[in-house]
């Protein structure tokens, strides 16, 4: 009797998920049409696949268990585990190229199929790879089946469509009662940066890695790049625990997943598991130049409703200009004052001239020493407007 009710309740639970999933894709699918239909997006052949796969995201991410296993992991922690490919150096530096020959062969070969609408391509000659690694060991490269992939990366050139269409999934997937982030890269990078610092536990990547999972079904990212050799180094480890433990990746990016981190330091080293893995768990899509440019149409959109009249002021006439400006912002917003906006690793930066959520700069000060994209989205995170004289020609 018992078993017979278990099993009734899983058929159950099944059909809700079923039904679930089917209404959560059927609305992202709907939602995109409605934009094309009322004008807001060009008729895109190739968005409207793009989006199709994203709908398979959105499905897989449903179909995640709520519980992975009850059994300790690492650490000692339910459903913790640990990178299980070898990232990093490899046994000989050949073999690596290779590998990273094999997935490029791979990309190139799934991207045809996309753009044409063929039917899917399982096998590449092992010319190709040959052409590629420069050698002879393998008879023919396997496809990953793209059923099994749950990610999407998303490259192509500024305006088209990219950002767009990760925000529609990011959108349906909160909707849809999924646990979601979305984060542009680099500020995903330093949040993660500072969380690996003050983990005092040993393997601090996989601790945060196996804590993101924990908490996160869906990760956006917006802009995604790779600069630096630590985030190389960090990447695979991070990225593989997220696929494994069942974490939907959605990432944009002007960069095509093989040419990331191009002439980056000890590149061969790291980059070949990462482009490995994504390829197997992310259907990688290219989307072209667009007649166009979906973020210049926003811009001219938001300028036409924006009360300001103009956004640039140049010159000593501009500085005056700007100064007049700012004295009436003052007399609504309270005098001003000395502020200290703290910065990454403990630094802080000293803005002399700040009232409420504005703040006022010169050019040098802010452009003319030693900053980083950091102390920028530090200080758009605590000022909501910047007024910057003094703006060089």
């Known amino acids: 009797m018992g078993s017979r009710f278990g099993v009734r309740c899983q058929g159950v639970a099944r059909a809700a998920h079923w039904s679930r999933s089917f209404s959560s894709r059927a609305k992202l699918l709907e939602s995109y049409r409605s934009q094309v239909d009322a004008g807001k997006l060009e008729k895109d052949g190739l968005q409207q696949r793009v989006v199709g796969f994203l709908a398979?995201?959105?499905?897989?991410?449903?179909?995640?268990?709520?519980?992975?296993?009850?059994?300790?992991?690492?650490?000692?922690?339910?459903?913790?585990?640990?990178?299980?490919?070898?990232?990093?150096?490899?046994?000989?530096?050949?073999?690596?190229?290779?590998?990273?020959?094999?997935?490029?062969?791979?990309?190139?070969?799934?991207?045809?199929?996309?753009?044409?609408?063929?039917?899917?391509?399982?096998?590449?000659?092992?010319?190709?790879?040959?052409?590629?690694?420069?050698?002879?060991?393998?008879?023919?490269?396997?496809?990953?089946?793209?059923?099994?992939?749950?990610?999407?990366?998303?490259?192509?050139?500024?305006?088209?469509?990219?950002?767009?269409?990760?925000?529609?999934?990011?959108?349906?997937?909160?909707?849809?009662?999924?646990?979601?982030?979305?984060?542009?890269?680099?500020?995903?990078?330093?949040?993660?940066?500072?969380?690996?610092?003050?983990?005092?536990?040993?393997?601090?990547?996989?601790?945060?890695?196996?804590?993101?999972?924990?908490?996160l079904d869906v990760l956006c990212f917006d802009e995604f790049q790779i600069t630096d050799i630590q985030d190389a180094a960090i990447?695979?480890?991070?990225?593989?625990?997220?696929?494994?433990?069942?974490?939907?990746?959605?990432?944009?990016s002007n960069t095509a997943p093989q040419l990331l981190y191009s002439g980056g330091l000890n590149r061969h080293v790291h980059l070949p598991a990462f482009v490995r893995l994504v390829g197997d768990h992310c259907t990688v899509l290219g989307l072209g130049a667009k007649s166009v440019d979906y973020r210049r149409k926003a811009e001219a959109e938001e300028l036409q409703s924006s009360d300001v009249l103009d956004s640039f002021l140049v010159g000593e006439e501009g500085n005056q200009e700007l100064e007049s400006r700012w004295q009436e912002w003052l007399k609504q917003a309270g005098p001003e004052e000395e502020v200290f906006v703290e910065l990454p690793m403990g630094r802080r930066f000293l803005i002399r001239r700040a009232s409420g959520s504005a703040c006022f700069l010169d050019f040098a000060e802010l452009c003319g020493g030693d900053r980083g994209e950091a102390d920028f989205m530090a200080l758009a995170q605590r000022f909501q407007s910047i007024f910057l004289c003094s703006v060089p020609r």
């Open 56 to 215: 398979d995201s959105l499905d897989k991410a449903l179909q995640r268990p709520l519980e992975e296993t009850v059994e300790p992991g690492f650490a000692g922690r339910r459903g913790w585990i640990l990178p299980q490919e070898t990232l990093g150096i490899s046994s000989s530096a050949a073999a690596e190229h290779r590998l990273a020959a094999e997935w490029t062969a791979k990309l190139a070969a799934e991207n045809r199929r996309k753009l044409q609408g063929g039917s899917e391509t399982k096998v590449l000659p092992a010319a190709t790879v040959a052409k590629e690694s420069g050698t002879e060991e393998k008879s023919q490269v396997e496809v990953p089946n793209l059923s099994m992939k749950s990610g999407v990366y998303l490259h192509g050139p500024v305006g088209t469509g990219k950002t767009m269409l990760m925000n529609l999934f990011d959108e349906h997937s909160r909707e849809a009662g999924l646990r979601t982030s979305r984060q542009h890269f680099y500020e995903f990078m330093i949040s993660l940066h500072q969380q690996i610092h003050q983990i005092q536990e040993e393997r601090p990547v996989e601790v945060a890695a196996n804590s993101l999972s924990d908490d």
């Open 235 to 252: 990447l695979p480890r991070l990225f593989e625990i997220l696929f494994l433990r069942g974490v939907t990746v959605v990432m944009t």
